[in-house]
């Protein structure tokens, strides 16, 4: 199942960047949207509103004060589920998200795939 990192950072010591790692350590399929063109262990991190397919889980890492600009594109990926991570919760697309049908959670990215939940 394809997971877009939403927020992806190239600093080793953010949550963002942690999540690709874990991620790839339990082949998971990433994309990665950022506020800037890098690459972080194979995984190209895109900016803006890349054309994306398949995404089954948005995992988000941005704050809610920078993801207004954003809600209208995420929710046109069809993701199945939306992860807000501590810091990213967004009451206002949590709600919109749940509207459309897709399972949202507040929760840890990384707690999750070490727990077997993910």
Do not use: W
Request: hydrophobic share 35%; net charge negative; proline share 3%.
């Amino acid at each position: 199942m394809k997971t877009l990192v939403f927020g992806a950072s190239t600093n080793p010591s953010r949550y963002s960047y942690l999540a690709i790692e874990r991620l790839q350590a339990y082949d998971h399929e990433i994309e990665a949207i950022g506020g800037r063109e890098a690459e972080v262990m194979g995984v190209q991190i895109q900016v803006g509103h890349p054309e994306l397919h398949d995404i089954h889980t948005i995992t988000m890492y941005m704050g809610e004060a920078r993801q207004a600009d954003h809600e209208d594109y995420l929710l046109s990926l069809q993701p199945k589920r939306i992860i807000f991570n501590p810091g990213a919760e967004n009451r206002s697309l949590y709600n919109r998200a749940k509207e459309q049908g897709i399972e949202v959670l507040e929760a840890c990215t990384l707690v999750m795939l070490n727990t077997g939940q993910y």
